[in-house]
């Protein structure tokens, strides 16, 4: 990975394909920050998220991408970063965390098996919590970004993806999937990520 320098902009290599995440990140960096995609940059490969924390998925990742460009692409960026986010259900003891994406097998399933989970307990209370871990000319960092919150009783809403639905944010009374994205990409775990990452990276 050859790494340069932009006077007002910055390229950075997001290890990810998900179409909404890259869509939401991009709405929360700066204009000025150019956010490429894995298949942008030609990176084709499936990645094993073999740890068993957030963090460690998420370093996975960062580091599988940063070695794959440094031996495979001519493209000059600033860095590689990575992200693995996961709800925690307190009444669940934390599941299911590092296994959020893929605890019933697709998203609909999982929204499904955290609703019939809670059914009979009145403690509903959750976070979701993203992990990043940026690799760049200072080396490798993560930081995190935690919202606190509640498990609806149904499914509320067509917007946003995952468990948006199903997840009422501390002081609203809407899932994520009926707030604005305006709103959700303020105050939600990801972007409080993102904005400990622009701290690193030294954005305003």
């Keep these: 990975m050859q790494i340069i320098l932009y006077l007002c902009s910055m390229k950075l290599v997001f290890a990810t394909n998900n179409a909404h995440k890259l869509d939401e990140v991009r709405r929360i960096l700066p204009a000025d920050v150019e956010v490429l995609s894995l298949e942008q940059v030609g990176f084709l490969h499936d990645i094993d998220e073999t740890g068993t924390t957030l963090a460690e998925n998420s370093r996975i990742k960062a580091e599988t991408v940063?070695?794959?460009?440094?031996?495979?692409?001519?493209?000059?960026?600033?860095?590689?970063?990575?992200?693995?986010?996961?709800?925690?259900?307190d009444a669940l003891g934390g599941k299911p965390g590092v296994y959020t994406a893929r605890w019933a097998g697709e998203p609909a399933?999982?929204?499904?098996?955290?609703?019939?989970?809670?059914?009979?307990?009145?403690?509903?209370?959750?976070?979701?919590?993203?992990?990043v871990t940026l690799i760049d000319r200072t080396g490798t960092r993560q930081v995190d970004g935690i919202v606190r919150g509640r498990i609806a009783t149904e499914e509320r809403g067509d917007g946003g993806f995952g468990y948006d639905p199903v997840f009422i944010p501390e002081g609203y009374d809407k899932t994520f999937a009926e707030l604005p994205a305006e709103t959700k990409n303020t105050i939600s775990h990801r972007a409080r990520a993102m904005s400990e990452l622009k701290k690193l990276l030294q954005l305003s």
Excluded: C, M, Y
């Excluded at 940063?66 to 259900?89: H, K, M, Y």
């Design 109 to 131: 399933a999982n929204r499904r098996k955290a609703l019939q989970e809670l059914a009979d307990k009145p403690n509903r209370a959750a976070q979701f919590r993203t992990v």
């Design 66 to 89: 940063a070695e794959w460009l440094r031996a495979n692409s001519q493209q000059p960026v600033d860095g590689v970063f990575a992200d693995d986010t996961g709800l925690e259900i």
